[in-house]
């Protein structure tokens, strides 16, 4: 079946400092991917998305590109700031039915003045 | 923005009571979700509704789980009789056609 697996948090570093967080998925056929940030005390919010390989999403300042050939859809931001700080979920759907995500464990982020 | 609107924030029940969980989607969504999220664990799928049906649900969405949309605007989780692994944070969610979702800010259950 279908999964995602993304790094462990939390992830703490300082402010301006260049974030990376891992994503991987396992799926049949060709999922659209998706990040989703959650800020303390709130829901999901959609991030930024990929629908075929080879494509970028980008808000924000984060990117994140849809790799086929090995199946990431790792999420960067080069100069966080404090209120960057959440939990960021990976996660992928079927091409034609966006609504049932497919989630990540979800990574906190800690970034510090 | 329009939001999706859930209450209440947090719900306490006792274990074997019924519990009605409400959310109010964005107000031209025609596709309609729940998911959970047990503490530690993973954010899960429950069930989609559109056009006044359900649509696909997962194996966890048992006997003891319905969802109703009673009018035009709520979309309501009924959990008939609560067990204590229930307990857990429910995540309403919309959206339109082509649209990814958009969630609300979860209803913390706990069963006791």
């Known amino acids: 079946g279908n999964s995602v697996t993304q790094m462990e948090g939390p992830v703490t570093l300082s402010e301006e400092a260049f974030l990376t967080i891992n994503c991987t998925y396992t799926a049949t056929g060709y999922p659209s991917l998706f990040w989703y940030v959650q800020y303390p005390g709130e829901g999901l919010q959609l991030l930024l998305k990929?629908?075929?390989?080879?494509d970028k999403g980008s808000n924000k300042g984060f990117e994140a590109t849809y790799r086929k050939e090995t199946t990431s859809f790792h999420l960067e931001k080069g100069s966080v700031q404090v209120s960057d700080s959440a939990v960021y979920f990976c996660a992928l759907s079927r091409t034609d039915s966006w609504g049932k995500l497919q989630f990540g464990a979800g990574t906190q982020v800690v970034v510090t003045p | 923005e329009p939001e999706v609107t859930q209450t209440p924030s947090h719900q306490v029940t006792q274990m074997g009571q019924e519990v009605i969980l409400r959310c109010v989607p964005i107000?031209?969504?025609?596709?309609f979700y729940w998911y959970r999220q047990i503490l530690g664990q993973k954010v899960e799928f429950l069930v989609s509704f559109y056009n006044n049906e359900i649509s696909e649900k997962s194996e966890i969405f048992d006997d003891q789980f319905s969802v109703e949309r009673p009018d035009g605007s709520n979309f309501t989780l009924k959990i008939r009789s609560t067990k204590l692994e229930d307990s857990a944070m429910y995540f309403c969610?919309?959206?339109?056609?082509?649209?990814?979702?958009?969630f609300g800010n979860g209803t913390r259950l706990t069963v006791t």
């Open positions: 107000s031209n969504h025609l596709y």
């Open positions: 990929a629908t075929k390989a080879d």
């Open positions: 969610a919309s959206r339109g056609d082509n649209s990814p979702l958009h």
